[in-house]
């Protein structure tokens, strides 16, 4: 899903976007999109997670929209993610909960950015 631009849309992305703060300044960096990836927002839930063969994370998100985000019509996507995001997909998953990516593109494990679990049950 190609995020319409609005206000609203870019507040979202400065929220959600991996914001890091350095030092005791409290300066903030935000990472930005590239040209060719937009920054995406997709909402649904995690229909199964797990290590696979050679120490990488497998995990299946299903985009089916929620939090006034509406579904991209991809379906669902199986994809290696890194282990911070892992680890809240696991969570998800084992707690019955939404999730909220917010990536660089598809909602694939290399283009993550940020992954949040809610406090909706799927």
Same mark, same amino acid.
């Given at each position: 899903?190609?995020?319409?631009?609005?206000?609203?849309?870019?507040?979202?992305?400065i929220?959600?976007?991996?914001?890091?703060?350095?030092?005791?300044?409290?300066?903030?960096?935000?990472?930005?999109?590239?040209?060719?990836?937009?920054?995406?927002?997709?909402?649904?839930?995690?229909?199964? $997670?797990g290590?696979?063969?050679?120490?990488?994370?497998? *995990? %299946?998100?299903?985009? &089916?929209g929620?939090?006034?985000?509406p579904?991209?019509g991809?379906?669902?996507?199986?994809?290696?993610?890194?282990k911070?995001?892992?680890d809240?997909?696991?969570?998800?998953?084992?707690?019955?909960?939404?999730?909220?990516?917010l990536?660089?593109?598809? $909602?694939?494990?290399?283009?993550?950015?940020?992954?949040? *679990? %809610?406090?909706?049950? &799927?």
């Amino acid at each position: 899903m190609r995020m319409p631009k609005t206000n609203k849309t870019k507040n979202a992305i400065i929220a959600l976007g991996k914001a890091i703060k350095t030092g005791t300044t409290g300066k903030v960096t935000v990472l930005k999109s590239s040209p060719t990836s937009p920054m995406q927002l997709y909402a649904g839930y995690i229909s199964m $997670a797990g290590p696979c063969s050679g120490g990488v994370f497998c *995990v %299946s998100f299903n985009d &089916v929209g929620g939090f006034g985000i509406p579904a991209s019509g991809g379906g669902g996507t199986v994809s290696l993610w890194p282990k911070w995001a892992y680890d809240a997909a696991v969570s998800a998953l084992l707690n019955n909960r939404k999730v909220m990516i917010l990536a660089n593109g598809e $909602a694939l494990g290399t283009n993550l950015v940020e992954v949040l *679990v %809610s406090n909706q049950v &799927v």
